[in-house]
């Protein structure tokens, strides 16, 4: 059964950084592309950043240059760090694995 758990949420202000965590299991993760989306209050869920297999990554336009997007294949953990964080981004931040298994949603809040 393929699984994802996300972890890393929490309170932040303005400005400030946030490393979330994935971390999979019941497939071949590092055959596997990983990607991070996101729902705000009252909005559609939106893709935020994707990492493949070979470590290609791509990034939605509103968060390009303050995300980053890793991988661990050893722990089978996919990583969203966040820095200079804006109120926009507040959201529940789900991962999701290739066979479109979603996380549980872990949620990050940024203060003004």
Not at 38 to 43: F, I, L, M, S, V
């Amino acid at each position: 059964q393929v699984r994802a758990v996300e972890s890393g949420g929490g309170l932040v202000q303005a400005g400030g950084s946030l490393r979330l965590s994935c971390t999979a299991s019941g497939f071949n993760f590092s055959r596997n592309y990983m990607a991070w989306h996101r729902q705000a209050p009252g909005r559609q869920r939106e893709f935020v950043a994707v990492i493949h297999e070979g470590g290609n990554t791509k990034y939605a336009d509103s968060v390009k240059g303050r995300f980053t997007i890793s991988r661990d294949n050893t722990k089978n953990t996919a990583y969203l760090q966040m820095s200079g964080l804006k109120p926009e981004d507040t959201a529940v931040y789900y991962c999701k694995t290739a066979s479109n298994t979603w996380g549980q949603g872990t949620r990050v809040t940024v203060s003004s």
